[in-house]
């Protein structure tokens, strides 16, 4: 097994980030739920769930992200313009995403949230072949193309819209700010600071779009949160996300959608006061218009063809993505928390042409998440 040696700078954010863990103290604070690394809502920070409310004082929550993206070229045709885009996105992203917040007063909070991104190659291609291969599954054409691959690429008419298929670094970060009119809060501290909550969320670009890890402009977003405690340890919690994006250039022309959806529902199911169970569903709306759109096949037969869109990029522009993430979570103190989480992605329908009743769309494949949940 091959493996690339690690970017010096993704390791040191790493290191400085979990040093500033280990001298922090337990406090509640808005638990987030799991970031989807998707190459293009990467780029505009699309948002994720979160639980209402919030106890104590300030808080850090800190996310580490290793996650294999595989959506093999697609060559695209646009209806209305006769245009030919390329897509590609094939690589690892390992990624730590810091979020600081504090109150402002009893019904508002203030949080900004920092994701830093590093792409490179990696063992999960090779990993999740063979495990195809062990369950006698499909293999989505892996094994025609390189392990430990590292591209993103994106063309208009041949022409490179990214400078680099090799993005590391911050591309963007994220303030929000969350009022939590209706409190309802678990009969344990720290369990859930349930209830009903709004927060309007602000992406501000830091990098130029060309290097791939933001969209170039602001993006803003408007959620509601809903949260309900059950029993002494667990709770249920739910988001719903509207997201006006900005322009985006590296995908000019391109039938986009301004407006996206996110749904998201999460459930913490405990088996002793500690331990408990994570379960996770989210779905997010297309990214293009698939009406405007045509795939160009390289292959000629039916169950070919079919392989070929699961395994390209075209679920992951033109279909609603879903994911999934199942783990376990430790509670300690008065709300200090570590989640382990598995994410797989997922969709809901015969979008494969296949006749079953779910497809994939690779964008990722497989996620492996690490979550703290601190105060500073």
Known sequence: MRLRAPNVSHALAIALAFAGLCTSRPAQAIRSS????????????????EVPGWSGGAWMNFEINHANIWNMQANIRDKRTNAMYTYKADFEQSSAILELGAPISKHLALTFEVPYANRNGGFL?????????????????????????????????????????????????????????????????????????????????????????????????????????????????ASAAYTKLGPNETFAGWPRRDWLQMYELSLDLAMSPGWGLMLQ????????????????????????RAIERVASGWNALTAWRGSQSIGFRYRWGL???????????WGTGNKDGRGEKLYVNNAPDVSLITQWHFTF
């Open 335 to 345: 709300g200090s928390q570590i989640n382990l989480l598995f994410v797989e992605d």
């Open 125 to 237: 291609d090779d990993f999740i072949d063979q495990f195809h291969q062990l369950i006698q599954s499909d293999r989505f054409l892996r094994h025609l193309n390189d392990d430990f691959d590292n591209s993103y690429v994106v063309r208009n008419n041949g022409a490179d819209q990214l400078a680099t298929e090799r993005a590391n670094g911050v591309g963007a970060v994220k303030a929000k700010l969350k009022y939590w009119p209706l409190q309802w809060k678990s009969k344990t501290p720290g369990v859930c600071d349930c209830g009903f909550a709004m927060s309007a969320q602000a992406k501000m670009p830091l990098q130029h779009r060309k290097f791939g890890l933001s969209s170039g402009s602001e993006d803003y977003s408007g959620m509601l949160h809903l949260g309900i405690p059950l029993g002494s340890f667990s709770a249920v919690w």
């Open 34 to 49: 799991y970031r989807n690394a998707n190459p293009i809502g990467w780029m505009h920070m699309l948002p994720a769930g």
């Open 281 to 304: 569903a989210r779905t997010e709306s297309p990214l293009f218009r698939k009406q405007d759109l045509e795939f160009q096949y390289s292959y000629a037969g039916e169950r070919e």
